[in-house]
């Protein structure tokens, strides 16, 4: 299968890279920026492409890795050119949007699809390496969907299959536990850096319960993985947590209120807590 890519990011550079990796034939970049085509053109020994119409001819998957916002604008632009698309295969690799988006495509026979690494992709160097043990979701219609799975077959990547209606949810869960999870962190780090800590200290001082915490969820779920003063039902830590964090910066309690009140529900999933101290816990939280 012959690969072209639409747009020379971060997201297509790496692609683009790892499937000629992976002996799978790249035959350019089309991009708006020059430097960038012309730098994952090389690393790929590929070409860089000025013309969409060649690109598209001489390609059987077409990625499309633009910015999420321009997907329909390509699309359309694509939808324009004359060409038995019968024998096409066009993807875009967002994953907030489902293939429906491509649907200008698909009228014209093109097998349309979403493919989605679940990747936060930083330089194309270590996400390429990264992507060796990732998995992706994969939601689209049309017959050359099977090829699609042959190419990933192909990368000895996982995939499974995501329905059309699902792919907004999918992807607000991967930003909660990626971005969020970052915010999270940073709320953390600021609180021990008002504690007296720098840093640095702090980020020594949490790594390992971080890296306990995640194994934990992984190897025992989120329930099992639960610590701390809501699964013990320990309302007077409760308390002096939020006497403390009114004194310091509001939006924390904020987040704090939110947080515990989700975890309250964690806890009561399996009955770490009964409803008593639950009920206790959400009057605390509400103040």
């Given at each position: 299968m012959k690969v072209g890519f639409i747009g020379a990011g971060k997201v297509g550079t790496a692609m683009g890279c790892y499937f000629h990796k992976k002996g799978i034939q790249i035959v350019g970049y089309y991009s708006r920026s020059f430097p960038p085509a012309q730098q994952a053109a090389s690393w790929t020994e590929s070409r860089v492409y000025n013309d969409l119409k060649l690109?598209?001819?001489?390609?059987?998957?077409?990625?499309?890795t633009t910015p999420d916002d321009t997907i329909t604008v390509v699309a359309m632009d694509l939808s324009e050119i004359p060409l038995p698309w019968k024998n096409?295969?066009?993807?875009?690799?967002?994953?907030?949007?489902?293939?429906?988006?491509?649907?200008?495509l698909e009228q014209k026979g093109a097998t349309v699809c979403s493919l989605h690494p679940m990747l936060s992709f930083g330089d194309p160097e270590s996400a390429v390496k990264s992507l060796e043990?990732?998995?992706f979701?994969?939601?689209?219609?049309g017959p050359k969907l099977m090829d699609i799975k042959e190419l990933l077959k192909?990368?000895?990547?996982?995939?499974?299959?995501?329905?059309t209606q699902n792919k907004v949810l999918y992807h607000t869960a991967a930003c909660m536990v990626s971005n969020y999870l970052v915010t999270l962190l940073d709320m953390g780090i600021e609180m021990l850096k008002n504690a007296g800590f720098t840093e640095e200290e702090a980020k020594k001082l949490i790594?390992?319960?971080?890296?306990?915490?995640?194994?934990?969820?992984?190897?025992?779920?989120?329930?099992?993985?639960?610590?701390?003063?809501i699964s013990r039902g320990d309302t007077?830590?409760?308390?002096?947590?939020?006497?403390?964090?009114?004194?310091?910066?509001?939006?924390?309690l904020e987040v704090y209120k939110v947080m515990g009140i989700q975890?309250?529900?964690?806890?009561?999933?399996?009955r770490r807590i009964n409803e008593i101290s639950a009920t206790k816990i959400k009057e605390i939280l509400k103040v």
């Amino acid at each position: 299968m012959k690969v072209g890519f639409i747009g020379a990011g971060k997201v297509g550079t790496a692609m683009g890279c790892y499937f000629h990796k992976k002996g799978i034939q790249i035959v350019g970049y089309y991009s708006r920026s020059f430097p960038p085509a012309q730098q994952a053109a090389s690393w790929t020994e590929s070409r860089v492409y000025n013309d969409l119409k060649l690109l598209a001819s001489e390609t059987d998957l077409i990625a499309i890795t633009t910015p999420d916002d321009t997907i329909t604008v390509v699309a359309m632009d694509l939808s324009e050119i004359p060409l038995p698309w019968k024998n096409k295969a066009v993807c875009h690799m967002s994953g907030v949007y489902a293939s429906d988006i491509l649907s200008l495509l698909e009228q014209k026979g093109a097998t349309v699809c979403s493919l989605h690494p679940m990747l936060s992709f930083g330089d194309p160097e270590s996400a390429v390496k990264s992507l060796e043990s990732i998995p992706f979701t994969l939601e689209g219609k049309g017959p050359k969907l099977m090829d699609i799975k042959e190419l990933l077959k192909r990368c000895d990547n996982t995939w499974t299959e995501i329905s059309t209606q699902n792919k907004v949810l999918y992807h607000t869960a991967a930003c909660m536990v990626s971005n969020y999870l970052v915010t999270l962190l940073d709320m953390g780090i600021e609180m021990l850096k008002n504690a007296g800590f720098t840093e640095e200290e702090a980020k020594k001082l949490i790594e390992p319960l971080i890296r306990k915490t995640v194994d934990n969820v992984m190897n025992i779920g989120t329930v099992k993985a639960l610590t701390g003063p809501i699964s013990r039902g320990d309302t007077g830590t409760i308390e002096k947590h939020i006497i403390k964090l009114q004194e310091y910066y509001k939006p924390w309690l904020e987040v704090y209120k939110v947080m515990g009140i989700q975890t309250v529900e964690l806890a009561r999933r399996e009955r770490r807590i009964n409803e008593i101290s639950a009920t206790k816990i959400k009057e605390i939280l509400k103040v």
